[in-house]
């Protein structure tokens, strides 16, 4: 039997074939890619993860240059780029596609990132308190939600809710050391901010399949149609599915920020692609105060009432939040995109103030 991973590739891939050129054919006009381009400023740096996610705005913002960067993932081997000093790379799914990718991309000699905005920009779980599936969040914390002990959920201690809790800690509500030093970061409030007010009002994809799937839960905004929201993202290379494993990521959260993060999207790779502009940020080579984090909700991350977590996971897909949520990763992203790119002037030595 085929794993949930492989089944997601699978499906992505043909989704990829349909929703447009494939990379190899992203070369611009002239169809040359620029292989010994060095130093090329980038206004705006768009980080997807697989194919359909860099699609979304390949389809969109070109025509496009192709820079090959060594030490990328062998899937994507390029980074694309447009007039406008937009480009976009896709860094292969998971924490070490993620962490290889985004380091060969900050230490190529390819792109001056000093000025750089890096746009996270993938689908994820959507927690049903905060979001539904089509819905776009802009988030302030990044929560590993991987760096955990973890005692079997058979054999909890009496009187524990979960079978997860801080490493070196003692019980499941502490808050650990933050040995790692990369459990939690936190973002630039003030670009999120202005993320969420560019993009709040954005007129977001939906489809009849996801308007189905979100009426079987009996509450908002599960059963709203999607928007545009601010909270907080916790990722992790395990695809968890379940009303308990969801509330322990709320808790998880607000443990992590001294409850001032709103758990909402469940993802795989921000804490690691995050972490891997810091190692560049330690040298200057990228400003760690112009990284945003935008997630779109694709499938629940829990089951409605009646449903069992087996059932919500292995059918994920049938909730047909796929395409909306990467039509939306362009509907919610771009205007963020284009009023940096428009008003340079303004986004240059810092997020402005307005």
């Not at 492989?6 to 002239?30: E, M, N, W």
């Not at 809790?165 to 509500?173: A, D, E, F, R, V």
């Not at 994920?316 to 428009?342: H, K, M, S």
């Amino acid at each position: 039997m085929m794993t949930r991973s492989l089944i997601a590739t699978a499906v992505l891939s043909l989704a990829a074939c349909a929703t447009g050129p494939s990379f190899a054919q992203d070369r611009g006009s002239d169809g040359l890619a620029e292989s010994n381009a060095q130093n090329r400023p980038v206004k705006v740096m768009i980080i997807t993860m697989f194919g359909p996610e860099g699609q979304a705005w390949l389809d969109r913002l070109g025509p496009w240059k192709t820079v090959a960067v060594p030490g990328l993932s062998p899937d994507y081997p390029n980074v694309n780029c447009n007039k406008q000093d937009v480009c976009v790379i896709t860094t292969g799914m998971g924490y070490a596609n993620a962490s290889a990718s985004i380091m060969a991309l900050t230490f190529s000699s390819r792109f001056d990132l000093r000025h750089t905005y890096f746009l996270i920009s993938g689908i994820a779980g959507v927690d049903p308190a905060r979001g539904t599936v089509g819905s776009a969040a802009w988030a302030k914390y990044l929560v590993d939600f991987g760096i955990q002990w973890e005692i079997d959920a058979r054999e909890i201690p009496a009187g524990w809710k979960t079978g997860y809790l801080g490493i070196n800690t003692k019980s499941p509500t502490e808050k650990p050391p933050l040995d790692y030093r990369n459990e939690v970061f936190q973002l630039n409030p003030k670009l999120a901010d202005a993320a969420f007010a560019l993009s709040r009002n954005a007129v977001l994809a939906d489809s009849a399949q996801a308007q189905v799937a979100r009426s079987k839960f009996s509450y908002a905004p599960a059963n709203q149609p999607p928007s545009v929201v601010q909270c907080d993202i916790a990722s992790g290379n395990t695809w968890w599915s379940g009303t308990l494993l969801g509330e322990r990521a709320r808790e998880w959260t607000k443990i992590l920020t001294d409850n001032k993060g709103v758990y909402c999207m469940t993802a795989q790779e921000d804490n690691a692609t995050f972490e891997a502009l810091k190692r560049a940020s330690s040298i200057k080579r990228v400003d760690l105060n112009r990284v945003a984090a935008l997630r779109t909700g694709s499938d629940f991350d829990r089951p409605y009432q009646g449903q069992t977590s087996a059932d919500n996971l292995l059918n994920y897909a049938d909730q047909g939040g796929f395409v909306p949520a990467t039509e939306n990763l362009y509907r919610a992203g771009n205007p963020l995109v284009q009023d940096i790119v428009t008003h340079w002037g303004e986004w240059r030595d810092g997020v402005p103030h307005r």
